[in-house]
């Protein structure tokens, strides 16, 4: 049931990892993703034709892996309310919702994941089940901007007065002084309505 998301382990150099104990000595927790979930990743994505394409793309593999597992082990008793209090081993925080639905409650992690197998204790943490991938973040807006042809004019139009720069940073960074912003970007079709059809 689970041997998409071993692979991707073992791609992510995440495998020797949780066959060990948490050096800082909290133990871990792994959101597992079924091969369901891997699945419906992939097609949903659009981006891998397959599970052995996705795990060439080491660098990505490496992010998703590391996505899934929190800094500490957590039962579903201590789950917060909002985010944890421990990062993931990619360094973000990842969320808790509490789904109130017809004759059931459940849990939802980052608002992506459908918990549906809680509480399996193993020496270093514990493992919850997902019913669906979690997405991790890996492109800070203008490198999501350079890998859509959709907005090649906003992007040209970036890059030709230099904001480019100042958007290609990463935000992770600890000596990082920038704070987050939001851009409104047109894709392509609403210039080309106009008769513009390059940035030139």
Known sequence: ???SFMQILIAGNLDKTLSSYNPNGQDYTLF???NSAVDNFIKQTGLYPSLAELLKDTTYVKALARYHVVNMGTATQDFPFGAFTQPTLTGDYLNVNFI???DTTYY???NQAPVIKTNIKVSNGYVHV???MLRPITLNSYAWLKKNPDFKIFTSALESTGISQTLDVDMKLKDQTLHTF???VEPDTIYNKRG???FD
Do not use: C, G
């Open 108 to 110: 939802k992690i980052n």
């Open 196 to 198: 513009i059809n390059s």
């Open 32 to 34: 597992l993703p079924n």
């Open 1 to 3: 049931d689970y041997s």
């Open 130 to 132: 997902i019913s669906e």
């Open 100 to 102: 109130l639905a017809k």
């Open 182 to 184: 939001t851009m409104l």
